[in-house]
């Protein structure tokens, strides 16, 4: 698949090498060209300076050629915005974002974005974490939670 | 005797800058129930000591502060803060949640009109376009400039200076292939007298010419009208 990711923060990053890892034609789009550090040295995707949120930055990267749009920047308006040109302007067909707000999360979802909101589950787990009886329940509990998330 | 005040809108300005602080004291002058929200408590608070207690200090594109701004109520919501992100954002989350009637989005960055359009925006206003349409008018080498777009459609309604050399000099309207949903509706000579138009009216060079066009066809009834007779062959 050709996937372009938005935003080469942690979670950008270890999503574009982990999908480049796969075989998949990535592309990772930063503001900042010192976002890519997060990269390995073995990432065989491209990375490309420009704002996700421009139209024109889109098209030049030939947005429209990809079969899915992530955006994991930190902001989340700019990660609904970018996510909708891609969908609306350039018509790609998967098109997920994050969003912090839970609110904003269920109503893009409901407006046909795929939505992925990390904070229930982060406070849900700290709490988890917090209320284990010793230190080694608690790690315990992160590694299980670690598992969870690699199956 | 005591005039009754007119009754206004309830009207929310999302973004407290320069672009919100005059919309706000624009609009109480005229009337009409305003609210503010800013983010910036100091912004905010400038704001209130200057046009009083009408702000609400948090983030306009977070549900639970336009809930307790009474969005549901709202006739209108401008959302004109410096970030096309956050003002397209706000509109939506009025759209979706609150059903606001009417959404108003400033856009920095012109190319975002359209799609904004699409997307629970009723309005957008771009002082970029703005100003661009102005200096076009002015350029003797832009013949063709945006009047308005008309809402509810993808039309516009655009005017032309018909130059000494344009294939239409001397023409009936009838001769001008005009692109599709085209139409001249109206031209002013040289006497500064509007005309309507019929099939026989002739142009000429130097008339002033609005005409209705479709956006994306912007281009070809700038061909059709104002390129040169030898360019196709005439």
């Not at chain 1, 839970?102 to 982060?122: A, F």
């Not at chain 2, 305003?34 to 209130?48: F, H, M, N, P």
């Not at chain 2, 599709?180 to 509706?185: C, D, I, L, R």
């Amino acid at each position: 698949m050709r996937i372009v990711v938005m935003g080469c923060g942690r979670v950008g990053s270890a999503l574009a090498s982990e999908l480049s890892a796969e075989g998949n034609d990535v592309l990772v789009l930063d503001t900042d060209p010192t976002a890519f550090r997060f990269l390995p040295d073995d990432f065989r995707g491209t990375t490309h300076v420009g704002n996700g949120m421009d139209i024109d930055v889109l098209g030049r990267i030939h947005v429209a050629d990809a079969d899915a749009f992530v955006s994991t920047t930190r902001g989340d308006n700019r990660n609904v915005m970018a996510a909708q040109i891609a969908k609306h302007v350039f018509g790609v067909k998967i098109v997920a974002t994050r969003i912090f707000d839970p609110l904003r999360e269920e109503m893009y979802r409901n407006m046909g974005l795929r939505t992925i909101n990390p904070t229930r589950v982060q406070a849900k787990r700290l709490k988890r974490v917090i209320e284990a009886p010793s230190d080694e329940a608690a790690n315990a509990l992160v590694t299980e939670f670690m598992r969870q998330e690699d199956l | 005797m005591v005039t009754e005040a007119k009754k206004g809108m309830y009207i929310i300005v999302v973004g407290g800058g320069k672009v919100g602080f005059h919309l706000a004291k624009e609009l109480v002058e005229a009337n009409h129930e305003v609210l503010v929200i800013e983010q910036d408590s100091v912004k905010a608070k400038e704001i209130a000591d200057e046009l009083g207690d009408i702000v609400l200090d948090g983030d306009g594109c977070e549900a639970t502060i336009l809930e307790k701004a009474g969005t549901a109520r709202a006739d209108m919501l401008l959302a004109v803060t410096g970030d096309d992100q956050d003002n397209l954002v706000a509109c939506q989350v009025a759209k979706q949640r609150f059903n606001v009637a009417r959404t108003v989005a400033r856009i920095n960055d012109p190319k975002n009109e359209q799609f904004f359009r699409k997307l629970e925006v009723d309005i957008t206003v771009s002082a970029t376009s703005a100003i661009m349409a102005h200096i076009e008018q002015e350029l003797p080498t832009h013949h063709l400039s945006v009047l308005v777009k008309i809402k509810g459609s993808d039309l516009e309604l655009v005017e032309m200076r018909i130059p000494d050399d344009s294939r239409v000099v001397n023409q009936p309207v009838r001769n001008i292939m005009l692109p599709y949903q085209s139409m001249v509706v109206l031209v002013v000579g040289e006497d500064g007298l509007p005309k309507v138009p019929s099939a026989e009216t002739v142009i000429h060079a130097g008339d002033e010419v609005v005409a209705v066009t479709l956006h994306e066809s912007e281009q070809q009834l700038r061909d059709a009208m104002l390129s040169p007779a030898s360019a196709r062959g005439f």
